[in-house]
């Protein structure tokens, strides 16, 4: 039974990773209806640049929000430079684009951190939560990460001006160019923001699989999963596929015989396919109510 | 008298079809004319040129300002208020929200909501069906939320596109009459693209005719109206 705990608690918080991905990459998607294959490398050459800033001196949380304002930013330069010229190109314009960029941040980060295994701190340490031997303090500490993220994304839709600006771009873009929104940067926004969110995830993430060029291709994988899983048109969505996906994982990985820990990426795609072919819309994506 | 919305020479195009063909007209602030024209004529590209949505040459001043070449958002910004075919509804969206959404361009929240009561008080309604998601509202509905959206913009000019189109006779005179309303009252001023010209005329002051691209014939409405041309072609009798 604690076993079964154990998986279930450890799932919830890997869970939470792969809802950070997914809710970056569903982020993207909303804004502009492609899937953003680069995203895990984005989040790892954040995590890098936290590192080198902890290397630097800099304390766990001063390097977090320098971070955060760093993927922030980059995220935006991305698309004004690659994505906002590309504009309605076609789907495998965007895909060549998002395999280059996978490629270059891929590359840019061995050759300046090299490809050697690097150790990330934890902000929470590693010891028993609340004395409990079924979850790590840094494993509580990415629940309530994921968790507190998650409503401060929810505020900011649904209670900033900005906020509401960002959905009707999103959903209806001729339309809100008409009531005035400047949509080419609301895009830009939303990259932004997912590259930030992808950065959070990236280095929490970090401290359990250990910081090196490609620790983010796994994660990323079931980041989509989460995002097909909880439908590609839903933050919320995302999220709870997070979880699902993250549990799913650890309790297949530990109870059906010869997956363990070499056949769970397999795990993951089956998933995908199993979705689209189902529900394509995934768990919480809405179809639209539409009176004519 | 300068006009407030002078168009000289427009040309728009789809990719390498030619829509309209040196279109001139001008509106007079507070005004309401209307643009009538069958199926295909250039109405919808005449607004969509306007706000800078399609391909154009020419000369387009507003207030005296040329803003062929500015963003849509920007020529937004200037007060000119779009409803587009189809209402343009953020159907996914409350009622409340595509009425805030209207005034985006703006940044005194007070005046923004008290706007908003006003809209209510204009269109009942939409009170009741304020956290109502907007696409479940009825064809009629959405058109009212469409043109208090547009209000809230606080505009100096609105362009309509077919408003008519997909509602009952009934509701299309409200509508109308609405319309009149908000352009004597509210002092702003109204371009009007009808398929139905006998309520398009009833209801403007000026009216200009559109065939193919081009302008064949301008006047005050009840001068078109009693055009023999004009009655065979588009009101039918």
């Not at chain 1, 590609?232 to 993250?246: D, I, K, N, T, Y």
């Not at chain 2, 609105?158 to 109308?176: K, T, W």
């Not at chain 2, 002051?205 to 065939?211: C, L, Q, R």
Request: net charge neutral.
């Amino acid at each position: 039974m604690d076993l079964f705990l154990n998986q279930i608690l450890a799932g919830i918080a890997t869970g939470a990773i792969y809802a950070c991905m997914a809710l970056a990459v569903v982020m993207i998607y909303q804004a502009i209806d492609h899937l953003n294959f680069a995203q895990g490398e984005m989040a790892m050459f954040s995590t890098f640049v936290a590192w080198q800033l902890m290397q630097w001196g800099v304390p766990y949380w001063g390097a977090f929000v320098l971070t955060l304002a760093f993927s922030f930013a980059g995220g935006v330069i991305i698309e004004r430079v690659l994505f906002k010229p590309l504009g309605n190109a076609p789907v495998l314009t965007h895909v060549a684009g998002f395999i280059a960029l996978f490629a270059i941040i891929n590359s840019v980060a061995g050759l300046t951190w090299d490809f050697t295994i690097k150790q990330f701190p934890s902000p929470f340490g590693s010891s028993p939560f609340l004395g409990s031997q079924l979850i790590s303090t840094h494993q509580a500490g990415m629940i309530g990460v994921t968790i507190v993220l998650l409503i401060l994304l929810f505020l900011f839709f649904q209670y900033t001006r900005i906020g509401l600006a960002m959905r009707a771009a999103a959903s209806q873009p001729e339309s809100a160019r008409l009531v005035g929104i400047n949509t080419s940067w609301m895009i830009a926004l939303g990259w932004g923001m997912a590259a930030a969110i992808g950065s959070i995830a990236g280095m929490l993430i970090a401290p359990v699989v250990f910081l090196e060029p490609n620790m983010m291709g796994g994660v990323l994988i079931y980041g989509f999963a989460a995002a097909v899983l909880g439908g590609l048109s839903s933050p919320f969505g995302a999220v709870v596929g997070g979880f699902l996906v993250g549990v799913f994982e650890n309790l297949a990985g530990t109870y059906i015989p010869g997956v363990g820990n070499e056949l769970k990426l397999p795990i993951a795609l089956a998933l995908i396919v199993t979705v689209l072919v189902v529900k394509p819309t995934g768990l919480f994506g809405r179809t639209i109510v539409k009176r004519v | 008298m300068t006009a407030m919305l002078n168009v000289r020479d427009l040309r728009a195009y789809y990719g390498q079809v030619q829509a309209l063909h040196g279109l001139e007209f001008e509106l007079h602030e507070g005004s309401l004319t209307t643009l009538l024209g069958a199926n295909g004529a250039g109405k919808t590209t005449t607004l969509r040129a306007i706000c800078n949505m399609v391909r154009s040459t020419g000369s387009i001043q507003f207030e005296g300002k040329t803003i062929n070449k500015s963003s849509t958002e920007s020529i937004v910004k200037l007060g000119i208020a779009h409803v587009p075919q189809g209402r343009g509804t953020f159907t996914t969206m409350t009622v409340e929200e595509n009425l805030q959404l209207g005034a985006m361009t703006r940044k005194d929240t007070k005046a923004i909501a008290s706007d908003i009561e006003r809209m209510y008080a204009h269109f009942p309604v939409l009170k009741q069906r304020h956290t109502q998601q907007a696409g479940t509202l009825s064809g009629g509905e959405q058109q009212m939320l469409a043109v208090a959206r547009a209000l809230m913009l606080r505009p100096r000019l609105m362009l309509l596109d077919e408003p008519s189109f997909g509602l009952a006779p009934l509701i299309v005179r409200d509508l109308f009459k609405i319309l009149g309303k908000i352009n004597r009252e509210d002092k702003v001023t109204i371009l009007v693209v009808e398929q139905n010209a006998q309520l398009a005329l009833e209801l403007a002051d000026k009216a200009y005719v559109i065939e193919t691209g081009r302008i064949v014939m301008s006047g005050n409405a009840t001068e078109i109206a009693n055009n023999e041309d004009v009655r065979k072609s588009y009101l039918g009798y």
